[in-house]
């Protein structure tokens, strides 16, 4: 460096020169601004934001700030007032730091801070200040870094953490080896294991053995192909106890690809299980005797079907009725009854074999399904034994060994090729004649038979019509005193006004309905029938007593009393003595404690009752003694022959005789001549009907009819005198 000056030099002008050696000095310059620079670019490619302000001002920013705060360039933001890059809330907290920064010359420690970015978006930061000296004043560099994305992470975590440890459902996490990573206290909760005990090993503790290694071959093959597996098994407790679990399985991955972890999520489900299979069984097994229900049945009966088609064996359908359960039911007792149904249930089972089916269809039905066998020979061998196994004694605590026998019918597939149902319906049909041929037996089912109940069928159908459609009508024979021929009283007889075939009478359509839900029905009409002509009678000012015909079904109907003390007290001006029953003498000795009981009851409503076709039945004295009836009706076909045959005759006297001994009235049916009537009165009849005093008419008909038949002592025709 060199300076000159011009000065006087012995008096003369002279340039005075300084020179300094500075070579050092300019080394050190350079040097010190070669270091700016690089530290200038340091600043600059800083992952950090870096702001430097002085006086309230930005008067650096780096690539990173500017990119942070969304600014166009270093120069937008450069002299702006540093507090408008910080979110309100926080702009005290700053001025006080960058206060005490640039006064003490110290630096602060990190601190999170809301900045906003140019465009007002805040963003999470964390924040160091210190002081630095920037072009030879004292000012405060910030140091800031982004901390949106990790905070947002931190939050993501502590919620995962929360559910791990809070989730009733048990999470186990395994490396890529399927070694236990962590566990949450759910998974201990179900398994009984603890963290502690099941860390680094493989879950495979918990197997119970009750899946097969293909099942968790299955399931880490989808497990690979598929990313995850869900569903049910098997697993085993610390206790030992066997649980079942939901279980889902996912695979973590990182960015390459490479498993890093399974996740399993699985829940107890034991109770779930449990319900479903009481609610399977509730839905398939019949709850008394734990036999396949009519649902299982239908189920059963497909798979076999399908199993004899492919096997080429037969399948034998068999369609079981206990004889006399009813009585049993009844006289000893529901409790009684279903034990004598559990029992019953177990022999069965004990006889048939394992791959057949005992189903119970309701009450005492069963149906059985016999698979295997090349000819029906066979099964009919194990069906004998079945059924004498049935007939033995059942004893059970407290009461008498009950003694039971079954119907049973067959029908046997697929010689006949019918569809479940008809299958069904045709062993049905068998079973009801093998009750018809007198119980305890077998019959196999018979295409001719089917035919004919199919005719059944259709003409109970047509029945039905006719009975709402008032095809149905009375007919009233009078029944008169024998010695004066006067009017006692009528019997009312039931006709169908068919609209092709004309009047029928009675056999020609009451058997086909008996014992079906219409006899009873047709029952209920005639007594409504009848009590409805009564009662216009009665407003006649005509009081003329009707008897009809109950039928067996009919009167055994647990409601009949209740049906018949209905009428009466729907009906209030007819005095209940104008209705009498008859019931048949044959029915009556099949279940004569209850008929007795039924009589009696008739008779507190004031009704009587007589004991209709009387003679060809079997009443012993013992059973007439039982049954408190009013009349007996001699039955016609005694008459009939009375006047030739005189064994009919005696048969008469003897029914006279028992009938006065018993105190009752005696009706002699089928009156056709003057010889038939002569005799009767002989031998002491009191009552009679028949076609020679009157045939059956109508109510108009009777109101107006004189008993203008001929009699014995007065046989001219003309009208008795009373
Ligand atoms: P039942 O109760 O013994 O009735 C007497 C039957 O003998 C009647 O036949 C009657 O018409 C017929 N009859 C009357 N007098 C003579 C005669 O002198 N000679 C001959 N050969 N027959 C005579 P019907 O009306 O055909 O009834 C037949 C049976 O049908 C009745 O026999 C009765 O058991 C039953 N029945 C009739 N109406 C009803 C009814 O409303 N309900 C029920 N459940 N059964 C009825
Ligand atoms: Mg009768
Ligand atoms: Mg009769």
């Known amino acids: 460096l060199a300076s ?27 040097q010190l601004a070669h270091r700016e620079k690089e530290f200038r670019r340091l600043i600059e490619y800083l992952p950090y934001g870096i702001l430097i302000h002085q006086e309230g001002k930005v008067c650096l920013a780096n690539q990173k700030a500017v990119q942070q705060f969304n ?49 007002g978006t805040p963003f999470d930061a964390e924040v160091a200040n210190l002081a630095v000296t920037f072009n030879g004043r004292p000012g405060s560099l910030v140091v800031f870094n982004d901390i949106t994305e990790r905070k947002r992470v931190d939050a993501q975590l502590r919620i995962n953490a929360n559910v791990f440890n809070t989730s009733l459902d048990g999470i186990l996490i395994t490396d890529h080896q399927n070694n236990i990573l962590d566990v949450n206290p759910s998974f201990t909760v179900i398994t009984g294991y603890s963290r502690d005990e099941v860390l680094g090993h493989t879950p495979n503790f918990l197997k119970s053995g009750k899946q097969d290694e293909q099942f968790y071959q299955n399931l880490w093959t989808t497990l690979q192909e598929k990313g995850n597996w869900r569903g049910e098994l098997w697993n085993r407790k610390k206790s030992g106890e066997i649980y079942a679990e939901l279980l889902s399985i996912s695979l973590i991955r990182d960015a390459q690809g490479q498993v890093l972890h399974h996740v399993g999520v699985f829940t107890d489900i034991t109770n779930f299980k449990n319900h479903e299979k009481e609610l399977e069984r509730i839905a398939h097994y019949d709850p008394l005797t734990g036999l396949p229900n009519r649902v299982l049945l239908a189920d059963r009966m497909q798979q076999t079907l399908a199993l004899s088609s492919r096997s080429q064996r037969l399948l034998v359908i068999g369609y079981l009725d206990l004889d006399g359960f009813k009585q049993i ?23 048939l074999r394992e791959g057949d089916t005992v189903a119970r269809l309701g009450g005492d039905e069963f149906v059985l ?35 039971l026998s079954a119907s049973l019918g067959l029908t ?32 196999i089912y018979d295409p001719e038979m089917d035919a004919l109940l199919r005719l059944q069928q259709e ?77 216009q009678w009665q407003a006649q000012g005509r009081e003329i007593p009707i008897s009809i015909n109950v039928s067996p079904h009919h009167l055994e109907r647990p409601n ?35 008929v007795g009981e039924i009589i009696r009851s008739c008779r507190d409503l004031g009704i009587g009752v007589a004991l209709d076709d009387f003679g060809t039945g079997y009443s012993s004295l013992a059973y007439l003694r039982q049954l408190p009836v009013d009349e007996l009706k001699i039955d016609q076909s005694f008459v009939r022959d009375m006047v030739s045959s005189a064994t009919d005759r005696a048969i008469i006297q003897s029914i006279l005789s028992l009938a006065s001994a018993f105190g009752c009235r005696t009706v002699a049916e089928g009156i056709e001549n003057i010889s038939q009537y002569r005799l009767l009165l002989e031998l002491g009849c009191q009552a009679g009907q028949g076609h020679h005093i009157a045939y059956p008419m109508s109510a108009d008909e009777l109101i107006h009819w004189k008993p203008t038949f001929s009699r014995p002592d007065r046989e001219t025709g003309s009208p008795p005198t009373s």
């Open 4 to 30: 000159y000056m011009p000065i006087r030099f012995y008096d003369q002008n002279a340039v005075l020169g300084w020179f300094y050696d500075i070579s050092e000095l300019r080394n050190f310059t350079t």
């Open 71 to 119: 600014a166009a360039s270093a120069q937008e933001l450069l002299q702006l007032p540093v507090l408008d890059l910080v979110h309100p809330d926080y702009r005290d907290v700053v001025r006080e730091r960058a206060a005490a920064t640039i006064e003490k010359g110290t630096s602060n420690p990190l601190i999170e801070e809301k900045l906003l970015c140019r465009d």
């Open 329 to 351: 039911n009844d006289s000893l007792g529901h409790e009684i009854g279903d034990q004598v149904l559990i029992e019953m249930a177990q022999r069965m089972k004990n006889v």
């Open 369 to 403: 399904l016999l698979t295997g066998y090349r000819d029906a020979q066979e099964s009919l061998a194990t069906l004998q034994r079945l059924l004498a196994q049935l007939a033995l004694p059942v004893t059970l605590n407290d009461t008498p060994p009950v003694i």
């Open 412 to 443: 046997v597939y697929p010689l006949d090729h019918s569809d479940p149902d008809t299958l069904l319906r045709h062993a049905d049909q068998a079973m009801y004649s093998a009750k018809q041929s007198g119980k305890n037996q077998i019959q």
């Open 459 to 535: 003409f109970r159908k047509r029945f039905q019509h006719a009975l709402e459609s008032e095809e149905l009508f009375l007919l009233y024979q009078p029944k008169v005193d024998l010695p004066d021929g006067q009017l006692l009283g009528v019997e009312a007889l039931i006709r169908w006004h068919h609209p092709e075939r004309g009047v029928l009478s009675p056999q020609e359509f009451l058997p086909q309905i008996s014992q079906t839900h219409l006899d009873s029905q047709v029952g209920e009409w005639v007594i409504a029938q009848v009590f409805t002509q009564l009662d």
């Open 560 to 594: 009949f009393i209740h049906h018949l003390t209905n009428q009466v007290l729907a009906h209030p001006i007819v005095p209940p003595r104008l209705l009498n029953l008859e019931i048949l003498e044959t029915l009556s000795l099949d279940n004569i404690q209850e």
